[in-house]
């Protein structure tokens, strides 16, 4: 299918600036001509006429958990049957691609790119690996024991969204099964966290050794590890291990910032709680608050200064983990207006769009979708485009309203088309 999109006013997923009526040629799945020159509308099967709106890349939520268990007393089918329903809803709120950063991805991922169900292209990381009692370690009570190498009592283990390693050769192998699983990149939990019971939430979780081991075996298969974390001690093991992404990352400070920029070290500082005042997952709601909570609740006040100070590359991800037990049905969309008062339209922007397709070039050759560029809007790029009422770059919170979704193609298709 051959597609022209005319007076384009578009943004690349690089400039802090719109390129002013452009004709964006699509040839069946890519980005094949992007000119100012006159372009006869002959021989294309649709032509878009985007006057008046603002053209895109698609976007990419680089944090979120298509499906996951939570030790909710769910059967795993159900939790698989919701994490369907959330692909869809991810391309409905104009992400074309996401993170997975830990869950059990596989069938939905082949499902979504063999054309079976609809949903966002996905870079899977697939059970995200932890220690012993660490963020991850899902038993819900202390009789649910370890019963053999690998298997376990508790249901929410059994399922596969988390893998529990101690010592560097647990965590080689632990990483080479998701790897053999179609892991694009590698999630370990190197600190503690509130969804999991017996991990005080300012330990640091890992030795060094077991983090260079996950490195190590990562890198080995030409990808990379990113990290959930919140304390600076966590965090600078993590940047001493070679770990290339950091997820909440909230204890920020001018030596931690610093070393992060010197390394390159990527930041997602998902979920952005100041517009979910009044909303909350029941599973996490109906938890008592750990030790330390408020520590980290303050320290993201001031987040955003570092990031800003040392600019270092920021990407747009949710924390997205809505379960059968009810969960935050917008928060995907409302993470824009925190991002927006924190770190600004473009900056914003950018980090759903051109710093995700910087974070994508780590996965090298386990990168699924190697054919095209993602995040982008140039030729060569995957024809992952959204047409959309308002200026982004002015205003990123008009990406909230799925109203302002006037066009969202992925590939070449058209999933909504409202022009």
Known sequence: MKILIKHADYFDGRTDALKRDAKIV????????????????????????????????????????TAMHLGNGARFDETIVHGVRNAKRFLYNGFTTVRDAG???????????DGVIEGPRMFPSNAFITQTCGHGDFRESRGEVRLADGVYSSPTLRSGESYVADGAAEVLKGV???????????????????SSDYDPILTTQFTLEEMQAAVNAASDYGTYVMAHLYTKE???????AGVRSFEHATELDDELAKVMADQGIFICVCPNPSKRKNEALPF????????????????????????????????????YMETIVGGLEDAQRKDWFSFEERFGSYRSLRAATGTAHELI???????PYPAGKIGVLEEGAFADILIVRGN????????AETD??????????????EL
């Open 26 to 65: 699509v040839e069946d799945n890519l980005v094949t001509e992007i000119t100012y020159d006159a372009v006869s509308e002959e021989g294309f099967d649709r032509v878009l006429d985007a006057q008046g709106y603002t053209v895109l890349p698609g976007l990419v939520d680089n944090h979120v958990h």
């Open 404 to 417: 302002n979704l006037k066009l969202i193609m992925k590939d070449g298709k058209l999933y909504k088309d």
């Open 103 to 113: 869950g059990v991805t596989y069938g939905i991922k082949k499902a979504i790119d």
């Open 361 to 367: 070039k780590l996965t090298t050759y386990q990168n």
């Open 234 to 240: 966590s965090m600078m093991r993590a940047a001493k």
């Open 176 to 194: 080479r099964e998701q790897l053999f699983l179609g892991a694009s990149q590698i999630k370990i939990m190197a600190g503690g966290g509130a």
């Open 284 to 319: 996490f709601a109906n938890r008592p608050k750990k030790p330390g909570a408020e520590r980290i609740h303050e320290s993201r006040k001031h987040q955003h200064e570092f990031i800003l100070k040392y600019d270092l590359p920021l990407l747009f991800g949710t924390d």
């Open 392 to 399: 982004p770059l002015e205003q990123v919170s008009v990406l």
